[in-house]
């Protein structure tokens, strides 16, 4: 079912690892603030894993729904691939924010960190493109 890691696209991994690096340094910032306990640390850590298991559904079940040769069932897959995807952030994010030992916005906080990812890594393209 799941993917080899190494036969994934290579945005997967520059994410991830961005992502990775988001998280360390939002547990710096609490630790700055003097908030940090271990509940941030698991809280982030939830975070991560739910937004890298979203990002890599995405990154399996987009070009397998787009290798149907029928748009319709294509868009189909798309759709219900995204629901699962939105249950399961639902369902962890819930059952984070509601077990004591996981900081909320440490929780939250990394949701957002692929999109931050995204935007940094396109701009790092964008200048390697500008220079050939």
């Excluded at 799941?2 to 961005?18: H, P, R, W």
């Excluded at 509601?98 to 999109?115: D, E, G, M, Q």
Aim: hydrophobic share 50%; glycine share 8%.
């Amino acid at each position: 079912m799941f993917k080899k890691l190494n036969e994934l696209d290579g945005s997967f991994l520059k994410v991830s690892k961005f992502n990775v690096v988001l998280t360390v340094i939002l547990n710096i910032i609490f630790r700055v603030l003097g908030r940090w306990d271990y509940t941030v640390l698991l809280g982030s850590m939830v975070g991560l894993g739910i937004t890298t298991f979203f990002y890599y559904s995405i990154c399996v079940s987009v070009p397998k729904a787009l290798g149907y040769g029928d748009p319709e069932l294509a868009q189909k897959s798309i759709r219900a691939s995204r629901s699962m995807r939105t249950v399961v952030m639902a369902v962890g994010l819930i059952v984070a924010i509601k077990l004591p030992w996981f900081n909320i916005w440490a929780t939250i906080v990394p949701l957002l960190f692929t999109r931050i990812s995204i935007g940094f890594i396109h701009i790092d393209t964008e200048g390697e493109e500008e220079n050939k």
